[in-house]
């Protein structure tokens, strides 16, 4: 949901108004998957997801930040 209202912010809309539901762009189980725990306790992934939508390069990183520019 970060993604969706950082992009309606930088657009100056609500959320709800963006042309295309994000789900419809980016597969949300395979991106959570990405970041799963991995087969070491307590070991998990660590990296980014880049993509771009609505015209906007978003990149979310496993430590949870998110940067839409």
């Not at 949901?1 to 539901?21: I, N, T, Y």
């Not at 597969?27 to 970041?35: A, K």
């Not at 070491?40 to 940067?67: L, Q």
């Amino acid at each position: 949901m970060r993604v969706v209202e950082q992009v309606a912010d930088a657009e100056g809309v609500l959320p709800d108004s963006l042309e295309a539901p994000l789900n419809d762009l980016v597969d949300p189980t395979s991106s959570d998957r990405v970041f799963e725990s991995t087969a070491t306790a307590g070991s998990t992934r660590r990296g980014c997801i880049a993509f771009n939508c609505w015209g906007y390069d978003v990149t979310v990183s496993s430590d949870g930040t998110t940067d839409v520019s």
